[in-house]
């Protein structure tokens, strides 16, 4: 056999063994794959079976405090009609019992002055006259039976076949949430959570959302409402947060099971305003700006460069005050002091009237003008035009939609040079103008 053959054979052999190594790891990352899928379905059979047992332990719990404070109340009832009934009898017994008392009395003096023989006109006389002033005429009237409460318990059977429907159907058991996590998307100290419905006959009239920053804590409510996905600012970079979400039925109260929960984190960090610029106060974490009295020229600008294409900048303006032309919000390349706003070269923003400006110049288009509660957002990516002709052409072009209130405006930005990332920035001329950026 010819050494170039053997040489042949031998890589063969190699690419075959490395090839066994590939399938060797793909099955094992399937077998942990699967052992992941059993323990799901272990554990989340031993958590249904420990919330269903504790569930039915308190409704029978409360269900037996029910019944006993009802049977005491109706017993109370009882007790109450006896006892003011039976007073007036109990009165008109001890009249009839002193009347008994006064004839006993009055038949034995009787019988002694019968048979006295000594005096017997007197004492016959006394009796006489003690006999009419007794009235032994006049007999106190008794009710009738049918006159006296006679007390019964109206007892309802229909209650346990009501009961036996609504327990027939109470709980449910369900192989798979309606409604499960569908993406988590990082974004600058935050995370875009989305889901869907997995179930086509499920009716979703409310969404519930979760998280929690770690497994020894809660589930915190995030977001309850209508929509299908919800930006939760407020995260930590670089740190694990578990998200889970729930449904609630049309015309239902019950919240429906939740969503197998899903790790997400963001490497990004979060957006924040430049500190220590007169006219303007921050939140705590710097991620909101409030104009406030401080009189003040020029742009309030991010602490740093943190917007980069691709990425989703949305500012959402929680107060206004009294508008200006001059006011506006938007991004550029770089800091630039000496401007009341940052309609200027480089720069793209929109006014609070919702002018568009690009490098300065306004556009035709328009968005609608800024009102509470609104939110504008900036989305940009990079078109390659290829290299310039000349060295002082502009060869760098961002394709640039902003968006605000279900209203776009999409348009090319021409750069001098190539920009990675862009600061972003405010400027309002007048207080009571609050920024939450995002």
Not at 14 to 19: C, G, I, Q, V
Not at 143 to 154: H, N, R, T, Y
Not at 323 to 350: H, M, N, T, W, Y
């Amino acid at each position: 056999m010819e050494a170039t053959e053997v040489e042949g054979m031998l890589l063969e052999a190699k690419e075959s063994m490395e090839a066994a190594r590939n399938y060797r790891r793909e099955l094992q990352q399937r077998l942990l794959g699967l052992t992941q899928a059993r323990g799901q379905i272990k554990e989340s059979a031993a958590q249904t079976r420990d919330a269903l047992q504790q569930h039915f332990l308190d409704v029978k719990r409360a269900v037996t405090k029910l019944l006993d404070e009802r049977l005491g109340a109706l017993m109370q009832q009882v007790d109450a009609i006896e006892q003011e009934n039976i007073k007036p009898l109990d009165d008109c017994q001890k009249l009839l019992e002193q009347g008994v008392s006064t004839a006993e009395d009055l038949l034995k003096e009787g019988e002694i002055a019968v048979s006295c023989k000594a005096g017997a006109h007197q004492q016959l006389c006394n009796f006489t006259n003690k006999a009419l002033h007794i009235q032994l005429d006049s007999l106190p009237e008794i009710p009738s039976l049918v006159e006296v409460p006679c007390l019964s318990a109206q007892l309802d059977d229909s209650f346990l076949c009501v009961a036996r429907n609504h327990i027939s159907s109470h709980c449910m058991v369900a192989s798979r949430a309606p409604v499960q996590i569908e993406s988590l998307i990082e974004r600058p100290g935050g995370i875009l959570v989305r889901w869907c419905k997995v179930d086509d006959e499920f009716v979703a009239q409310d969404y519930r959302l979760q998280y929690r920053k770690n497994a020894s804590n809660h589930f915190e409510d995030v977001y309850v409402g209508s929509e299908t996905e919800f930006i939760v600012l407020h995260i930590d970079p670089n740190v694990d947060y578990q998200f889970r979400v729930g449904a609630r039925g049309e015309g239902r109260q019950e919240w429906s099971p939740w969503s197998v929960p899903q790790l997400g984190r963001t490497s990004l960090v979060p957006h924040e305003w430049s500190a220590g610029f007169d006219g303007y106060s921050l939140s705590s974490r710097r991620n909101i700006a409030l104009r406030n009295d401080c009189p003040c020229k020029g742009v309030l600008y991010s602490k740093a460069p943190t917007y980069f294409c691709g990425q989703t900048l949305t500012f959402r303006v929680e107060t206004i005050g009294q508008p200006d032309k001059r006011d506006c919000i938007g991004v550029c390349v770089e800091k630039q002091c000496g401007f009341e706003s940052l309609r200027r070269d480089q720069a793209v923003c929109v006014g609070t009237s919702g002018a568009v400006y690009v490098n300065g110049k306004e556009m035709t288009n328009q968005l609608p003008p800024v009102s509470p509660g609104s939110t504008v957002t900036f989305d940009m990516e990079v078109v390659n035009l290829g290299p310039s002709n000349n060295n002082e052409g502009t060869n760098h072009k961002l394709r640039v939609t902003i968006s605000s209130n279900n209203r776009e405006v999409v348009f090319d930005w021409l750069l001098d040079q190539s920009c990675d990332s862009l600061y972003f920035g405010c400027s309002f001329v007048h207080p009571g103008w609050k920024v939450l950026v995002f």
